[in-house]
C-alpha cells in the first residue's frame, strides 16, 4: 500500500480530448477555456482536511502516457484514489478506459478498498453517444462510483472530488478546510439521479 | 490565389458598363465569396495563434523543466554527498543515488545544452519545430534508461522517503510536493512531447512544416513504444545469458504458443496442439524470447510480473511462416527446417500483422547484410582471380582449365564469420495463403 503520508494523490486517466486537464482546472481554479487548454502543470495541488488535520490532495495527469502501459504503471502505483474520465460524445473513450482499470486492478490488487470514479465528462453536449445508465452499468460492473460532469458548466466538478475523498473509508477526509463535510447531506440530495456509489 | 483572380476578374467584369447586369449577380456570389475569404483568413488567423500557444507552451514547460532538473540534481543528489546532511541520510540510502536518480543527470545535460537552445531557435520559425525533434531523436533514447531504472528508484525510496534527509531538503527547497513528484517528471516529459506534436499539427494543416511535425510525431511514438518495450525487459528472470548482446527490443507482448516437434513422440506433439501455452514474446534483433508471465505474490506496489525465461530462438536461424492456415490472428515461426515449429497467436490480427512485419524486416536485413558480406567478399575474389587470369591466361589453350578453377574458388568461400549467418535468410521463406 501507498505510505500513509500528508498527500493524498488522485491520478486522473483517459484518452486525449475527453477533458481531464479542464475537469482539474475547474476544480483547482475554477476556471474553463473553450479554445485552448494549456496542460502547464504535471501535478497540480490543492489543501483538503483529512482527519481533522490539513494535508494535500495531489492531482496526477497522466494524459501523455494512455497507450503505455508500463509507463502508465509508474504513476498508478503513486495513486491513492483513481478518477476515469470518459467523454459521453465518445463509446471509443469509455472502451479505453478498460484496460486502464484491468490494470489499476492488476496493480492494486483489491479495488474494492481503492477510490474508484468512473467519470462521463461534457454532460452538456448535445451529441450524446453514451446513455448514463451505460456509464452506471460499467461502474457496477466495475464496482466503483459513477458520474457526470461538466467541466464547461461547473456541473458535478467539486462533489466529484468531494465523493471521491468519501469513497476512502480510512481516512476522513473533505474539500473544507475546517474539516466539517458541510452539506454532505443536501449534496447527497442534489446528487441524486446524477451519481450513484456502489 | 483562387479568390484573388476572381476578385481581379470581377473587378474587370465591374468596369465594362455592358455588363452591369452580370456584373450585379456576379457582386452577389462576390459578397459571399468575401465572406468565405474573410471566414478562411480568420481561421489562418485563429490557427496561428493556436499554434503560437501551443509552441510557447512547448518552450516554458521545457525551460521549467530545466530548472525543476536542476533543482533536484542540486537540492537533493548534490546534498547526498555534503558532508554535514550525512548524519540524516539513513544507511538503506547510503551510495545508492544512481539507483535513486538513475540517469536524471545526464537527461539534465541533453535539455539543457542542446533540447532547450535548438528549440528556442525555433521561435521565429516555429512551423518547423518539428525538425528540431527529428535531429534528436537518438539523443532522445535516455529515456530509455531512465524508465527502466525507475521501478528500482521507487522501491528504493518507497524504503526512506519519510527520513529527515528529504524533509530538510524539501524544507531548503521550498518545495510543496516531495521528491516522488519531481523524479516522475522525465517520464511525464517525455509523454507530453507527443500531446504537443498533436496540438501543433492540429493547427498547421497544410503549412510548411507539417510534414515534419508528422514525422516527429510518428518517430516520438515509437520512441515512447521503445521505451514501453523496455520496461518489461528488466522484468526477465532467468536468462543465463547477457540481453544486451540481443540487439534492440524491437517488440513484446503476450501470445497462445503451441509447439511442434518432429522427433518428438505422437502423444506429446497432440496433447501440445490442444493446449497452448501462454507466453510473453520478446523480439530482438538477434534473438526471440519466450517467457512465462509470473505474477508476483506481493501487496500493492510490489505486484508487478515477473517474466521466467523459457526458451530462446537466434533471429539467424528462423524462418516465419506469415499465415497459418485457418486463423489470421496465428502466424508460424520455425527453425531446423521445420524440425522446431511455433505456432504463434496474437490476441488481435492487427497485433499478428505488426509482429510479422517486424519479423521480416529483422530477417530482410540479415539477408541483406549477408549479402553484402557476399558482395564484398566477391569482389575480392575476383579480383584475385583477375590477377589469377592475367598470370595464368596466357595460353587460350588453357582457358578452361582457368574457369574451372574459378569455380573451385566460388565453392570455396568460407562461410560468414560475422553475424548473421547464411542459414537464417536461406531459410527465410514467407507463404501467403
Redesign the interface.
Known amino acids: 500500500m501507498p505510505e500513509q503520508s500528508n498527500d493524498y494523490r488522485v491520478v486522473v486517466f483517459g484518452a486525449g480530448g475527453v477533458g481531464k486537464s479542464s475537469l482539474v482546472l475547474r476544480f483547482v481554479k475554477g476556471t474553463f477555456r473553450d479554445t485552448y487548454i494549456p496542460t502547464v502543470e504535471d501535478t497540480y495541488r490543492q489543501v483538503i482536511s483529512c482527519d481533522k488535520s490539513v494535508c494535500t490532495l495531489q492531482i496526477t495527469d497522466t494524459t501523455g502516457s494512455h497507450q503505455f502501459p508500463a509507463m502508465q504503471r509508474l504513476s498508478i502505483s503513486k495513486g491513492h484514489a483513481f478518477i476515469l474520465v470518459y467523454s459521453i460524445t465518445s463509446k471509443q473513450s469509455l472502451e479505453e478506459l478498460k484496460p486502464i482499470y484491468q490494470q489499476v486492478l492488476a496493480i492494486k490488487g483489491n479495488v474494492e478498498a481503492i477510490p474508484i470514479m468512473l467519470v462521463g465528462n461534457k454532460s452538456d453536449e448535445t451529441q450524446r453517444e453514451v446513455e448514463t445508465k451505460d456509464g452506471e452499468a460499467q461502474a457496477n460492473q466495475w464496482k466503483c462510483a459513477f458520474m457526470e460532469t461538466s467541466a464547461k458548466t461547473n456541473h458535478n466538478v467539486t462533489e466529484l472530488f468531494q465523493e471521491l475523498l468519501n469513497l476512502d473509508k480510512k481516512r476522513n477526509m473533505s474539500l473544507n478546510i475546517d474539516g466539517k463535510r458541510s452539506g454532505k447531506q443536501s449534496r447527497a440530495e442534489r446528487l441524486k439521479g446524477k451519481c450513484s456509489v456502489m | 490565389h483562387h479568390y484573388e483572380s476572381f476578385l481581379t476578374g470581377a473587378c474587370k467584369v465591374k468596369d465594362n458598363w455592358l455588363l452591369t447586369s452580370i456584373s450585379v449577380r456576379l457582386e452577389r456570389v462576390e459578397t459571399s465569396r468575401l465572406t468565405l475569404l474573410s471566414l478562411q483568413l480568420h481561421l489562418n488567423i485563429v490557427c496561428s495563434v ?1 499554434y503560437r ?2 509552441m510557447n ?1 512547448l518552450l ?2 521545457e525551460r ?1 523543466y530545466v530548472d525543476e532538473l536542476l533543482c533536484v540534481l542540486e537540492g537533493y543528489a548534490a546534498e547526498m554527498d555534503n558532508p554535514t546532511m550525512a548524519h540524516l541520510i539513513p544507511s538503506t540510502l547510503l551510495s545508492k543515488k544512481d539507483i535513486l536518480f538513475g540517469n536524471m543527470s545526464e537527461i539534465y545535460q541533453f535539455h539543457k545544452r542542446t533540447f532547450l537552445k535548438d528549440l528556442e531557435a525555433y521561435t521565429d520559425c516555429p512551423e518547423l519545430v518539428g525538425r528540431c525533434f527529428l535531429e534528436r531523436m537518438k539523443d532522445l533514447q535516455i529515456y530509455e534508461a531512465y ?1 527502466q531504472n ?2 528500482r528508484s ?1 522501491s528504493l525510496w ?1 524504503q526512506c ?2 527520513c529527515a534527509f528529504f524533509q530538510e531538503c524539501q524544507k531548503k527547497l521550498e518545495h ?3 521528491l ?2 519531481y523524479l ?2 522525465p ?9 504537443l506534436l ?1 496540438e501543433l499539427l492540429k493547427y498547421s494543416k497544410g503549412c510548411d512544416g507539417c510534414d515534419d511535425l508528422q514525422e516527429a510525431l510518428s518517430s516520438i511514438l515509437g520512441i ?2 521503445a ?3 523496455s ?2 525487459l528488466i522484468a526477465i528472470t532467468g536468462y543465463e545469458g547477457n540481453l544486451s548482446e540481443l540487439g534492440r527490443l524491437l517488440m513484446q507482448g503476450s501470445f497462445s504458443v503451441w509447439t511442434e516437434h518432429k522427433k518428438g513422440h505422437a502423444k506429446v506433439k497432440d496433447l501440445a496442439r490442444f493446449k497452448p501455452m501462454q507466453r510473453h514474446l520478446f523480439l530482438h534483433e538477434k534473438a526471440l524470447l519466450f517467457c512465462k508471465r509470473r ?1 508476483e505474490n506481493g ?3 510490489e ?3 515477473s517474466y521466467s525465461f523459457k526458451h530462446s530462438l537466434s533471429m539467424s536461424a528462423v524462418g516465419i511462416t506469415e499465415n497459418a492456415k485457418g486463423d489470421n490472428k496465428k502466424f508460424e515461426i520455425w527453425c531446423n527446417s521445420r524440425e522446431e515449429v511455433f505456432i504463434v497467436q496474437a490476441p488481435t490480427a492487427e497485433i499478428k500483422t505488426a509482429w510479422v512485419n517486424e519479423i521480416r524486416k529483422v530477417l530482410t536485413q540479415q539477408l541483406q547484410a549477408c549479402r553484402g558480406t557476399i558482395k564484398h567478399r566477391l569482389s575480392f575474389l575476383l579480383l584475385s582471380f583477375l590477377l589469377h587470369i592475367s598470370v595464368t591466361a596466357y595460353n587460350h589453350m588453357f582457358q578452361k582449365q582457368v574457369s574451372r578453377r574459378a569455380q573451385t574458388l566460388f565453392l570455396r568461400v568460407p562461410p560468414a564469420t560475422t553475424p548473421p549467418s547464411p542459414s537464417g535468410w536461406c531459410q527465410f521463406h514467407t507463404t501467403h495463403t
Not at chain 2, 517520464?187 to 500531446?195: A, D, E, G, N, P
Open positions: 493556436l500557444h501551443v507552451e516554458e514547460t521549467a524508465c525507475k521501478p521507487e518507497r522517503s519519510d510543496k510536493l516531495g516522488d513528484s516522475l517528471k517520464v511525464q516529459r517525455i509523454t507530453k512531447y507527443q500531446l498533436k515512447l513504444k521505451v514501453n518495450d520496461m518489461h505474477e501487496e500493492g506496489y505486484k508487478a510480473p
